[in-house]
């Protein structure tokens, strides 16, 4: 066993000795390969914390919504049909929910208006999230004027400001009483956004849902299942971004193994041909090869993994904010959860490592077999 | 030292580093459990649908509750301009494949 640790420990020492021989291109391989690691990586770490914390948070988000549908769009429900649906047999409550958006043309920011049926606010008090306090510089007992659907001018004092442990969910509400929502809106008492319906037995949300169909045939409910699966299937390996970067890093591994599959250079076949030369068994060659290819590849990968942990998880993924603030001008400011798994690693050593390697081994194996004589001569 | 001495420390170090990533992702997810608590309690509170992570138009703020012609809202052949899109994927229920449950058709 000794003997086999110090024969490794020479072809490594021979394999670095010959990689620092060709320190500048093999320096550059080394960069380009860790920065590809971390940039897949970076995607999906990110990608699957979201949808993990998304599953996590929304696992309380009500049974079933139902909105009313006029053109194909959506429309202000009649709070009667909250009314109808309570008459089905399963409906635990039907409640009609108040919310909307406010474009303030001065921050040019987007707001979502909600009025909070539990703990309700007085009328001329609002809580605010705190994505707008840090944007719009407006704090607890600061006064925010609205512009009324009439043109009027509305003028509101925050009362609170909702904690930033919650930015992810709340970052850009404004939480209002249902008169100062009414009167900024001019949504009409007998109308409401939409329905949001409790029932009692999860098995029966399909069933309900298909009778509030039958009962009000412009309503469109949408299921709690339908909300969790959004957040799985729009941040999935084949949404946009993550879809790009993976065909990114695919070609360039593809550019890298057909580098290396398609022959060696004239100096590393003349190397392989002096070391069977002096003795070197193929199998020896192929050992320094291997080591080559793993000194390259998994040092890179280990690299490129333990970066991008500490750009998702530490930093708040700096390199992605531009992407994710996108034209909104209130944007959370919220740091992921680090849900990773093995199964996360395992995939992108094998996305990775395993190509490169082997790409490094089979030509080096074909020069490895050839006459020694042969290969120093050509 | 010998060289190849000091590469395999430099590898045992790199792997100390990619197990201690999955001890402190335990103990932050250990931490993160009353933050994530504090977000459930709101979502249940204020019955929210969504994750407030695009607010520059309602079908990516509100991406569960967006109607079915979302992507083609602005014109015709328009999927989508935000840069948010280039982030996540138009809603299932768009695509052929129809995500939403048949009551929606």
């Known amino acids: 066993m000794k003997r086999w640790i110090n024969k490794q420990k020479n072809i490594i020492d021979f394999t670095l000795s010959s990689l620092l021989r060709r320190k500048g291109k093999n320096t550059a391989l080394f960069i380009v390969y860790t920065v590809l690691v971390f940039l897949l990586s970076s995607v999906m770490f990110y990608t699957h914390a979201l949808k993990k914390e998304a599953s996590i948070i929304l696992q309380s988000t009500p049974d079933i919504v139902v909105q009313r549908t006029v053109a194909g769009r959506h429309d202000l429900i009649p709070t009667r049909y909250a009314e109808e649906i309570r008459k089905i047999r399963g409906v635990n409550d039907a409640v009609p929910r108040l919310w909307g958006y406010y474009y303030d043309p001065q921050s040019r920011a987007n707001f979502t208006l909600m009025v909070r049926e539990s703990h309700p606010l007085a009328a001329g008090d609002i809580s605010i999230g705190s994505g707008i306090s840090r944007t719009l510089k407006v704090f607890q007992g600061d006064m925010m004027t609205f512009r009324t659907f009439d043109g009027d001018l509305l003028t509101l004092q925050v009362a609170d400001i909702l904690p930033a442990e919650s930015e992810l969910v709340s970052s850009d509400l404004i939480l209002m009483s249902e008169e100062d929502f009414r009167f900024l809106t001019g949504m009409a008492r007998d109308s409401a956004t939409d329905v949001v319906v409790r029932v009692r037995n999860p098995k029966e949300f399909k069933t309900v849902a298909a009778k509030i169909v039958t009962m009000l045939p412009d309503s469109r409910p949408i299921l709690k299942d339908e909300i969790l699966r959004t957040y799985d299937s729009v941040f999935d390996w084949r949404s946009g971004m993550v879809v790009l970067v993976i065909f990114i890093a695919v070609l360039a591994f593809i550019i890298f193994s057909w580098d290396k599959a398609s022959g060696l250079s004239a100096e590393e076949r003349m190397e392989i041909g002096i070391l069977k030369a002096v003795g070197w068994e193929t199998a020896d060659v192929i050992n320094m090869k291997v080591w080559e290819g793993t000194a390259i590849s998994l040092t890179s990968f280990l690299s490129g993994v333990i970066l991008a942990y500490i750009h998702v998880f530490s930093t708040a993924a700096p390199l992605f904010a531009p992407v994710l603030k996108g034209w909104s001008i209130l944007y959370p400011s919220f740091r992921l959860t680090p849900f990773i798994n093995p199964f996360q690693i395992a995939t992108l050593f094998f996305l990775t490592v395993v190509p490169y390697t082997v790409a490094t081994i089979v030509p080096s194996w074909r020069a490895a077999t050839i006459d020694p004589d042969l290969i120093m001569r050509s | 030292m010998r060289r190849s001495v000091a590469y395999l420390s430099c590898l045992g170090f790199l792997f100390l580093l990619l197990i201690s990533i999955f001890i ?73 494949r129809g995500g939403h449950e048949a009551l929606d058709q």
């Open chain 2, 24 to 96: 402190h992702a335990r103990v932050e997810q250990g931490h993160a459990a009353s933050r994530l608590n504090e977000m459930t309690r709101l979502v249940q509170e204020l019955e929210l649908t969504d994750l407030c992570l695009f607010t520059e138009a309602r079908y990516t703020r509100h991406p569960t509750q967006a109607d079915l012609q979302t992507p083609f809202q602005d014109h015709p052949m328009a999927m989508e301009h935000f840069p948010s899109g280039s982030f996540m994927k138009i809603p299932e229920g768009i695509g052929r």
